[in-house]
């Protein structure tokens, strides 16, 4: 089952913030979030794992919900280069295979 | 390292048609995947392996075969191509079981249109 994410875009400008949120009716075990460039592959962020602590990565980070089923990212002082579609994936504990939502767009403008 | 590699990088196939979309990673991973995305959508699961000789079915598996007889080959195999399988197709590993503390590497993707 796919997760929901939410928003589906956002426009910002340099040095914003945004979040994005992914959540699952599933129980999640793993929260994986990639960024696709525009005509290019979809390239790996972070993981986030049931238990685990937040993690980052440049100025974007995430959190991990167990309560919620939910994970968010969290996009900080935004620069140009943030500028994509973020997909979350997740998985169960034995799952070994990710099922991904369908993605926030995020613009930023200078 | 090459990572993963996909081709071709285009392709327009007449409707009926067959052909072969290639994937070869480099890295020695057991596990690989085969997703389709759609225009302004998410990645969906079509098949996947997680070991040479082993696959399994995803979420969108009709229309389309694969086969794993090496580590480093993944083919994926369109019969009697449909309008409907219009999309980019991606082709992705992973080296950790469980998905517990490693992400995918995706290849640069395929741009399949049928006419």
């Known amino acids: 089952q796919q997760p929901v994410q939410s928003p589906q875009a956002v426009i910002l400008r340099e040095g914003e913030d945004a979040v994005i949120n992914c959540s699952s009716s599933?129980?999640?075990?793993?929260v994986h979030w990639y960024r696709q460039k525009h005509g290019e592959a979809p390239v790996f962020l972070m993981i986030?794992?049931?238990?685990?602590e937040q993690k980052g990565h440049d100025k974007i980070s995430a959190s991990f919900n167990e309560k919620k089923q939910q994970s968010s990212l969290y996009l900080t002082a935004s620069q140009l280069s943030y500028s994509g579609t973020y997909f979350c994936?997740?998985?169960?504990?034995?799952?070994?295979?990710?099922?991904f939502g369908a993605g926030t767009t995020v613009t930023v403008r200078a | 390292n090459a990572g993963v590699t996909q081709t071709p990088k285009f392709r327009i196939l007449k409707i009926g048609q067959s052909m072969t979309l290639q994937c070869t990673q480099d890295?020695?991973?057991?596990?690989m995947y085969w997703y389709r995305q759609d225009p302004g959508m998410g990645l969906k699961l079509i098949y996947y392996?997680?070991?040479?000789?082993?696959?399994d079915k995803g979420e969108v598996p009709n229309g389309y075969n694969v086969s794993r007889s090496t580590t480093e080959d993944f083919p994926l195999r369109l019969e009697l191509a449909a309008p409907s399988q219009t999309s980019v197709y991606f082709c992705?590993?992973?080296?950790?079981?469980?998905?517990?503390?490693?992400?995918?590497?995706f290849g640069s993707g395929t741009r399949l249109t049928v006419v």
């Open positions: 992705a590993s992973s080296s950790g079981q469980y998905l517990a503390n490693y992400g995918y590497t």
């Open positions: 599933k129980a999640l075990y793993s």
């Open positions: 986030l794992l049931k238990g685990g």
């Open positions: 994936g997740t998985g169960g504990s034995n799952d070994y295979k990710l099922s």
């Open positions: 890295m020695n991973h057991n596990y």
């Open positions: 392996s997680v070991g040479a000789g082993i696959t």
